[in-house]
C-alpha cells in the first residue's frame, strides 16, 4: 500500500534551477527512506540519490555532486530534490521512489524539460 | 562504481515462450540484486529482490537465480502482458546504486 504523489511537469531554461515535490501517504512514513531515480528520454534508470527519514541524512551520486540537494518535511511527509544550474542533459523523467536500496513504490514522475 | 551489464539488449519472443536474462556485475554484488519491469509510458514495477524474493503479487512465472557477479531473470510462459523493458539493479554499494541499460522484450 501506499501512494507517493509527485508535483507537475517543469520547463526549465538552462542554468535555471528546478525543484520537485513527492508527498508519501498510505503507509508509515518513518519506515521508509526515500530515493531519487531519473530517465531520460528513451533511455534507462539512473540513480540519483537517497535520504533516510529518521535522520535526513542524505547520499547523492557522484555525478550530481554540488548541484543535487534533497530535503525532508516530516511534519508533511513530503521530500523534495533540488537540481541546480540544470544542462540540456537533466532533461528527464524525475522519479521519487520508497526505499533506500530496492524500491517498491514509486511515483508517478515528474517530467523536467530543460531548454533554451 | 558497480557497473551492471546486461544482455541481450533486445530479444523477440511468443507467447507461450521462456525467457531469460542475463544480468553481470563488475564485482560480486551477494545477492544484492532487484529487477524492475517497465511498460511503455509506465512507471517501472518491483519485480524481485535479494536475487530471487518474488515482489508483493508478482506472477510466479517471474524467477530469479545468481550469485557473484552473474544473475538472471527467467519468464516462464511468456504471457501478452509480459513485453516489456526489464531491468537489474545492485545495491550492494549505497553509495553509488547502478541499474543495468535494460532488456527490450518484444513480441
Known amino acids: 500500500q501506499g501512494q507517493l504523489a509527485q508535483s507537475g511537469v517543469e520547463v526549465k531554461k538552462p542554468g535555471a534551477s528546478v525543484k520537485v515535490s513527492c508527498k508519501a501517504s498510505g503507509y508509515t512514513f518513518f519506515n521508509h527512506g526515500l530515493s531519487w531515480v531519473r530517465q531520460a528520454p528513451g533511455q534507462g534508470l539512473e540513480w540519483m540519490g537517497r535520504?533516510?527519514?529518521?535522520?535526513?541524512?542524505?547520499i547523492y551520486a557522484q555525478k550530481l555532486q554540488g548541484r543535487f540537494t534533497m530535503t525532508l518535511d516530516t511534519s508533511a511527509t513530503t521530500t523534495y530534490m533540488e537540481l541546480r544550474n540544470l544542462k540540456s542533459d537533466d532533461t528527464a523523467v524525475y522519479y521519487c521512489?520508497?526505499?533506500?536500496?530496492?524500491?517498491?513504490?514509486w511515483g508517478q514522475g515528474t517530467l523536467i524539460t530543460v531548454s533554451s | 562504481d558497480i557497473q551492471m551489464t546486461q544482455s541481450p539488449s533486445s530479444l523477440s519472443a511468443s507467447v507461450g515462450d521462456r525467457v531469460i536474462i542475463s544480468c553481470r556485475a563488475s564485482q560480486a554484488i551477494f545477492n544484492s540484486l532487484a529487477w524492475y519491469q517497465q511498460k511503455p509510458g509506465k512507471v517501472p514495477k518491483l519485480l524481485i529482490t535479494?536475487?530471487?524474493r518474488l515482489a508483493s503479487g508478482v506472477p510466479s512465472r517471474f524467477s530469479g537465480t545468481g550469485s557473484g557477479t552473474e544473475y538472471t531473470l527467467s519468464i516462464s510462459n511468456l504471457q501478452p502482458e509480459d513485453f516489456a523493458t526489464y531491468y537489474c539493479?545492485?545495491?550492494?554499494?549505497?553509495?553509488?546504486?547502478?541499474f543495468g541499460g535494460g532488456t527490450k522484450v518484444e513480441i
Open positions: 535520504i533516510a527519514v529518521n535522520d535526513g541524512s542524505t
Open positions: 521512489v520508497r526505499g533506500l536500496r530496492d524500491y517498491d513504490l
Open positions: 539493479q545492485q545495491y550492494y554499494t549505497t553509495i553509488e546504486l547502478t
Open positions: 535479494a536475487t530471487s
